[in-house]
């Protein structure tokens, strides 16, 4: 039976969700509802990963953190495979090395293979490491095939559960709707560290397969090569390619402004001259040049209605080293007002929709130590920009500033 029209990924993901429970499938953390759902037997799904050569001939593999893939990460670290586990909500970098401790004993690195070995045995992996996965294991809460064969056994979800082919099908996963799986993958491809050949396992519960409409399936969603459950192995013979790389017209500026590894990707990208422009609105191409009135410094006394004040900056910070921070984040203005002695900084744009965008993207930035405060200037008392020194940007440069 196919899904009720209408039906979207969200509708899918609760009914999963309400099943796992009202079947008492899920296993802790309960309820699954909002997570990447552990299920009784995820154990032994985890095991069923030895059957494939693609493991065995794994050196360094990729696994997500959620609980009911521990007994993948258990079992790379029993085969003293190199395992990388995403940091969480990717805040403080791509990856961590999990690195046990020497004469590491069968319950040391059970603790490894835990959300808590995660964060004790674990060394962050820079941008600039040479990484080279060669195996990339995800969490889902659904996923699907095109072949239908037999129904789940509660005909009011409108579940299927699917069996391969031996002709090649689509095979596609709907995580918990935050997309961190689907960009940790882009930002993999972008860094160089998976291929289109790279595979990629899904770990779920019989009852997560089913049928999802393709017409959910959006270009940056994460297709998979196998799925593994407590009862089967299943090689999907997937066609459809992964994502290429970052879509950086999904990104908005209130997620760009809490990765900071996400912020440096895309300064190399557009350094490349890839287009960079972000979800919330268009960004000024690189190159483009500004008329003699944009660069024209406001008069003092005047707050225009497009400046920012940054405030709550740390005592030893640098100008230079704001401008960085601004330029890696996409919201470099036109001009800069710096007054370190009060800790703080205007930052002129050229229209008020910028100033906007910025100040939407600087929710929650750290310099240093600080959280740093983000208002609109015009606030402000005029008199405030009296007594700082305003730097110019660049010429025949995207809105950007120089350091003095």
């Excluded at 440096?264 to 500004?290: C, I, M, N, Y």
């Excluded at 983000?374 to 405030?384: I, P």
């Amino acid at each position: 039976m196919e899904p009720r029209a209408g039906v979207s990924k969200q509708d899918i993901r609760e009914r999963i969700w309400d099943y796992m429970e009202s079947q008492n499938l899920a296993d802790f953390p309960r309820p699954v509802h909002h997570r990447i759902p552990n299920f009784k037997g995820s154990y032994l799904a985890c095991q069923n990963i030895r059957d494939l050569e693609v493991f065995a001939r794994t050196q360094e593999l990729k696994v997500d953190p959620d609980k009911p893939l521990e007994g993948v990460r258990l079992l790379a670290l029993q085969s003293k495979k190199t395992l990388l586990v995403p940091t969480p909500r990717l805040r403080t970098g791509l990856f961590n090395k999990i690195t046990p401790p020497p004469g590491a004993t069968k319950d040391i690195l059970r603790k490894c293979a835990t959300s808590q070995g995660v964060r004790n045995y674990s060394t962050p992996v820079g941008l600039d490491s040479k990484v080279l996965v060669d195996l990339v294991v995800v969490g889902s809460v659904a996923v699907s095939e095109k072949e239908i064969v037999r129904r789940c056994s509660s005909p009011d979800l409108s579940l299927e559960v699917h069996q391969p082919k031996p002709r090649p099908s689509f095979s596609w996963r709907i995580g918990k709707g935050e997309g961190y799986a689907d960009l940790e993958y882009a930002m993999m491809v972008s860094m160089g560290a998976v291929s289109q050949g790279t595979p990629v396992v899904t770990i779920v519960h019989d009852c997560q397969v089913v049928d999802i409409p393709e017409a959910l399936l959006e270009d940056h969603d994460l297709t998979v090569d196998y799925i593994l459950t407590p009862t089967r192995v299943i090689t999907t013979g997937c066609e459809r390619p992964k994502p290429a790389g970052i879509a950086w017209s999904k990104i908005s500026c209130e997620m760009l402004g809490k990765m900071p590894i996400l912020r440096s990707l895309r300064h190399r990208e557009e350094q490349a001259g890839k287009d960079v422009t972000l979800q919330d609105g268009p960004r000024s191409p690189p190159g483009a040049t500004r008329s003699p009135q944009d660069l024209a410094p406001p008069e003092l006394g005047s707050v225009p209605p497009s400046s920012v004040q940054i405030g709550n900056l740390p005592r030893d910070a640098r100008v230079s080293e704001l401008k960085r921070a601004l330029s890696a984040l996409g919201v470099a203005p036109s001009r800069l007002t710096w007054q370190g002695p009060q800790h703080r900084a205007f930052l002129h744009y050229r229209d008020p929709a910028e100033a906007q965008q910025a100040i939407a993207c600087l929710q929650g930035f750290r310099l240093g130590a600080n959280t740093v405060r983000v208002v609109l200037a015009r606030q402000q008392r005029a008199s405030d920009l009296v007594g700082g020194h305003t730097t110019e940007p660049l010429p025949n440069h995207r809105p950007a500033i120089a350091g003095p």
